[in-house]
């Protein structure tokens, strides 16, 4: 490339592509870059996975009421079984238990089942005592379920670390502790003045609108609770059958029952949402509601001790699908944001769609649902 005299194309501070947010979803991006060959900044700053990527259950499933949110997540989770180091991001193929309280959630089993199918993934039905026999912890009476296997649970923050290392074994330069002020189809400008030439890429989940406000992104605040160590007491991530309704729905605070097992003998428990909040101090009336909720499903709980709750922020879209893709009425201006609570899982499989987008190839899914364009002004 040349150079200018006023410095902006000086080959130093010139890439193929920048990065914004050290996130799952930035990182997933910085790391299939790299592995394309392209010269590529990563710019974060705070710590690496931290934000809502810190504040992740970190299951990898498949959600599959919107067709275009289960085509992302199917492709994604088949690129998980090609990361990089699973034992360093704490992976556990625990699979995941959809829980049907009565007989009309039960009902909802056989639909889902096929949805899922239809997508490469297999699951199958369980009726109570199944159930019960795999997981004696959960409540009599609960009518039965659905079983996905293969499915599993990351740690997110270790998980975002390991991409980032690989990507710095193949150049990616890291501008830590910087932030973005200003960002426009030339390049971008850091805090500190410093000025990087290229396309870049926003991936900066709740703080997208800053750089771009016409792309709407809305905080979801979320609760999380941890418990001392009780290996085996639980053997699947639990889910009830209803935690779409409350993940997808409109009021301003939910709750659903979703308990996840993790490596170290920890049970991770969620989960919960709330509009219009910015403070992210813990809400103790919202946890004990979330708390109550898990008791009703796992009623032995209240014997455990938790060890720490703590709260984050998911970005969420108005329709619920990520922001994938060029920004309108831009030359060089990407984003990959808006995943909500899906980010863990759909990572890779965004990074890659966007990746064949940036690089001019068809990609495996169709990237029509997901683009900025459907919001643009």
């Known amino acids: ?168 074994l193949r150049g990616l330069r890291l501008f830590a502790g910087r932030h973005v002020v200003s960002c426009a189809d030339g390049g971008v400008v850091l805090d500190d003045g410093t000025r990087l030439r290229g396309p870049a890429l926003l991936a900066t989940g709740c703080a997208v609108p800053t750089l771009l406000p016409h792309l709407p992104v809305r905080p979801r605040k979320g609760h999380l609770v941890i418990t001392d160590r009780h290996p085996g007491w639980v053997h699947h991530q639990l889910l009830e059958l209803g935690y779409a309704d409350s993940a997808h729905g409109n009021a301003a605070s939910s709750v659903a029952f979703n308990v996840q097992p993790r490596p170290t003998g920890q049970l991770l428990i969620g989960s919960s949402r709330e509009e219009s909040v910015t403070d992210a101090a813990v809400s103790a009336p919202v946890v004990q509601r979330m708390l109550a909720r898990t008791l009703e499903y796992l009623p032995g709980l209240r014997a455990l001790r938790a060890i720490r709750v703590w709260t984050g922020f998911r970005p969420a879209t108005p329709d619920g699908r990520p922001y994938l893709g060029a920004v309108p009425g831009t030359r060089a201006l990407w984003v990959a944001a808006g995943h909500e609570g899906l980010g863990i899982t759909t990572a890779l499989g965004s990074a890659r769609l966007l990746m064949d987008l940036f690089l001019g190839r068809q990609p495996a899914i169709d990237p029509a649902p997901y683009s900025p364009a459907r919001v643009a002004p």
């Open 1 to 168: 490339m040349g150079h200018r005299r006023d410095g902006w194309r000086s080959a130093v501070n010139t890439f193929d592509l920048i990065v914004v947010g050290a996130g799952m979803v930035g990182v997933a991006c910085a790391d299939a870059a790299c592995a394309e060959g392209l010269k590529v900044a990563l710019i974060e700053p705070g710590p690496i996975g931290g934000g809502a990527t810190a504040a992740a259950m970190g299951h990898l499933v498949a959600m599959d009421e919107d067709p275009a949110e289960l085509a992302l997540a199917a492709y994604s989770l088949a690129l998980w079984e090609e990361f990089p180091s699973l034992e360093a991001a704490e992976f556990s193929r625990c699979g995941t238990i959809w829980v049907a309280r009565n007989d009309a959630e039960l009902a909802r089993v056989a639909p889902k089942v096929a949805r899922l199918a239809a997508a490469g993934i297999h699951a199958e039905a369980l009726d109570a005592a199944q159930l019960r026999e795999l997981e004696p912890q959960l409540a009599p009476g609960l009518a039965g379920g659905m079983r996905v296997a293969r499915e599993a649970v990351v740690y997110p923050p270790r998980a975002a670390r390991c991409l980032v290392e690989r990507a710095r």
